[in-house]
């Protein structure tokens, strides 16, 4: 008798908070590896509105950006007919997961994060529980969809790891529940850094424009961060210790255009970082060109937009509640 196997495709969960415009280092430390992963796995990707209001966010300018993160999800070529698309705050099941894992996680362990001490300083006017707890909402973002891996640029690591140690507590002290999620971090492209200080990861909420690069921005914004972008004082286009700006130049140009940082060293071998500089602007422009088109004749049509997020939530929101029931009866609460 021949059998036919057919393997569970695992489960891929990530998200993006519309806390900002989205930058270069979101595309390619994230969004760029959510649309390679939608061909090989059952994709679960979500616009964390309810993350971003542990800063102050004005109302109307959330919404909008919600929208706007829904969209460049589309533009970077998610498919909502193979990946499941949906906005956090539709899917009550979060929020009610992320209460009972609170009660799975140590004061401590959630003191540790170096996410919740970096912005409880640069908001030290307004560091409030939400914040502290970030991670536990996060836990239970990846949780709920009994999640393989989860694609993320280096600096959210540590949360995924807390996100492995609650479901291991919580499976520990009841029986299996969860999936042990792992974190899936691109080889290049992980920590994109700030053109105007590359010891800092580009930020969409650094104070200097000039530092990081939008999806949106138009094409002589773009060339003009990256001709400004600093570099050091040698003039050779190599990577090296020490010179940080140009090893973050010859990652944004070698993953935009296809090429290793082996074959951009040969190609701008002899020449300086006038030549060099231009060219990764040009490059990051063609990158981007089809991306910010496609987004702005998305935000033209808000009925799509709404299509897809509705029917991603109910996508969502029935997974999220086979596990949440799960829970609700291991931890003990009367059926209803
Ligand atoms: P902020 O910059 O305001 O602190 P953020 O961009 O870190 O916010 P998100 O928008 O939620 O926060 O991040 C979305 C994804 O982009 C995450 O997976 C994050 O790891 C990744 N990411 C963010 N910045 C970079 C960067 N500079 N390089 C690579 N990946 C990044
Ligand atoms: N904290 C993440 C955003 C985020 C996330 C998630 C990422 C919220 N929930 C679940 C992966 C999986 C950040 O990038 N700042």
Not at 2 to 10: A, F, G, L, P, R
Not at 192 to 207: F, T
Not at 211 to 217: A, H, Q, T, V
Not at 277 to 301: F, H, M, Q, S, Y
Request: one cysteine or more; glycine letters at 6%.
């Amino acid at each position: 008798m021949s059998e036919v196997i057919t393997e569970k495709k695992q489960t891929i969960f990530s998200g993006v908070q519309p806390s900002g415009k989205l930058t270069l280092g979101n595309y390619l430390g994230a969004l760029r590896n959510f649309t390679l992963l939608q061909e090989d796995y059952n994709c679960v990707y979500c616009v964390v509105d309810m993350h971003a209001i542990t800063v102050r966010q004005d109302p109307p300018t959330l919404r909008r950006q919600t929208l706007e993160v829904l969209a460049q999800y589309l533009a970077c070529g998610l498919d909502p007919a193979k990946s499941t698309l949906f906005i956090q705050s539709h899917v009550p099941a979060h929020a009610e997961l992320a209460w009972i894992l609170n009660c799975f996680t140590m004061f401590g362990e959630a003191s540790r994060m170096t996410q919740f001490k970096d912005k409880s300083q640069r908001h030290s006017d307004n560091v409030n529980v939400g914040l502290f707890t970030y991670p536990v909402l996060m836990a239970a973002d990846i949780l709920l969809y009994q999640t393989d891996k989860v694609p993320v640029g280096v600096d959210q690591k540590q949360h995924v790891e807390l996100a492995r140690n609650i479901a291991q507590r919580f499976n520990g002290t009841f029986s299996d529940t969860f999936v042990i999620p792992e974190p899936y971090i691109p080889r290049e492209g992980a920590k994109i850094m700030s053109l105007q200080d590359p010891l800092r990861k580009m930020s969409k909420s650094d104070e200097n424009a000039n530092g990081f690069i939008l999806l949106m921005d138009k094409p002589e914004d773009i060339m003009r961060k990256c001709k400004r972008a600093v570099t050091d004082s040698d003039t050779r286009v190599v990577r090296g210790e020490g010179k940080d700006g140009v090893n973050n130049l010859i990652t944004i140009y070698a993953l935009a255009t296809g090429k290793t940082p082996e074959e951009v060293e040969a190609e701008f071998a002899g020449r300086g970082y006038g030549d060099f500089k231009p060219a990764v602007g040009e490059a990051v422009v063609e990158l981007l060109r089809p991306i910010r088109e496609k987004t702005e004749d998305l935000l033209r049509n808000k009925d799509y937009l709404e299509s897809v997020y509705h029917e991603g939530a109910q996508k969502a929101a029935y997974q999220a509640r086979k596990t949440l029931d799960k829970v609700y009866r291991k931890v003990g609460f009367v059926q209803r």
